[in-house]
Each structure stands twice: as C-alpha cells, then as structure tokens.
C-alpha cells in the first residue's frame, strides 16, 4: 500500500500545548486511557486525557523510547525520581 501524506491541522488552543509532568495509564482489553497531569501539591489536574487503542499506545511507546536514546545521545542521560506520590483514581 503507498503512504500518502496527510495534511496535519492545530488549532490555536492546541497549538499552545498543556503541561503535564506526571501520567496515569489505565487500559481495558480494547482501549488504553492516559491521563497528562500537572502536579502541584497539594493538587493534581488532568490537563488532557487521550483514550486510544493498543496498537496506537505500542507506537506512542516505540516512538518515545527512539526520542529518548536521540535525547540522552545529546544531552546525556535522563535520571528519573519516582516519588512517593500517590494520584488519588477519584476525580473530583
């Protein structure tokens, strides 16, 4: 099948983006949600949540671990700090 090009459209809402520095990811056997959350104790706020299908979630993954190795390539590698911070699964 030949690869067409696609158009790719963004509003000026989305083009200014959301922060988010902390995720939550739930799935079900057909659908993967991830919740892009800014944490700023004490509160946390879902800035978006995108609900999508495995095979999508396996290419997010794939292509997010080639930007992080061209990343860490150049400015050396990424230390992560797992803090002991729980998201509540209640929203309010």
Known sequence: ???????LKINDEQLRGKYANQINVMHTQY??????ISLFPPEAIVNARIITNPAAVKKIYHILGQNIAKYEEKYGEISVNDDQITISKQVN
Do not use: T
């Open 1 to 7: 099948m030949d690869k067409k090009e696609l158009k």
């Open 31 to 36: 659908d993967f949600v991830l919740d892009f």
